[in-house]
């Protein structure tokens, strides 16, 4: 199985960049994704990465390092809206299910 | 992106009764989907792989006969919480994958057992 490791919560200015940080160990890695989650609401997708290197998709971009077991989702521009939890989850080689780190609470204030 | 629809999106229920959940895929058709609990301030936990015209799989734990899978076609799969108490009070979410890359996630359902 996979043991995946990311900050609890944090905190960070209207407008700044964040980084949130993902670890993980697997067996065989077969794809990382970050999802957004708002309270009380199902996630929705941000990003996929299979490859080594950084995905752009608007304000938000993904890293990852298969040799380190290491991802980060980083987010531009911050507004209040990006106040969610991020939610790394990792897939194993030979399975299509992915599991789920505790998540990243993100608090933006003014 | 694919559309998940998940009903209902909340329900309150006594203790000892059953309620069944629905989880559509409303543009594809997905062979699999996936039930998840998640408590507050917790993680998504998978409960079980729900596969069209097969029985369901279950994560160790998860109680095969509380929580009754059933993926009849392929755009509809029902999560049925059996004699619910309340501790079973909790967010439960479907997801579909569409091509083996990506999931889509319902709504969720905020169930409530008093």
């Known amino acids: 199985g996979q043991n995946i490791d990311q900050p609890t919560e944090m905190t960070a200015t209207e407008g700044a960049i964040v980084q949130i940080n993902c670890t993980y160990q697997t067996s065989g890695f077969n794809g990382l994704f970050w999802y957004q989650q708002h309270a009380g609401e199902a996630p929705t997708f941000l990003s996929y990465n299979v490859l080594d290197g950084l995905e752009e998709k608007g304000r938000f971009s993904s890293f990852l390092s298969r040799s380190k077991g290491y991802s980060y989702l980083l987010l531009k521009e911050l507004q209040m809206k990006d106040s969610a939890s991020y939610l790394c989850a990792v897939r194993e080689r030979g399975s299509y299910i992915p599991t789920f780190g505790r998540g990243t609470s993100l608090i933006v204030h003014p | 992106g694919a559309v998940v629809s998940q009903h209902p999106s909340r329900v309150i229920c006594k203790s000892g009764t059953s309620v069944k959940i629905e989880c559509r895929s409303l543009?594809?058709?997905?062979?699999?989907m996936f039930w998840y609990r998640q408590f507050p301030k917790k993680s998504l936990m998978l409960m079980a792989t729900?596969?069209?015209?097969?029985?369901?799989?279950?994560e160790q734990g998860v109680e095969k006969d509380k929580f009754l899978i059933n993926h009849a076609s392929l755009t509809l799969s029902t999560l049925t919480v059996t004699s619910a108490h309340p501790e079973d009070s909790s967010f439960y979410i479907c997801s579909a994958l569409t091509d083996n890359t990506e999931a889509f996630f319902g709504q969720g359902t905020r169930l409530t057992v008093v």
């Open positions: 543009d594809f058709q997905a062979t699999t």
């Open positions: 729900s596969n069209e015209g097969s029985k369901a799989t279950y």
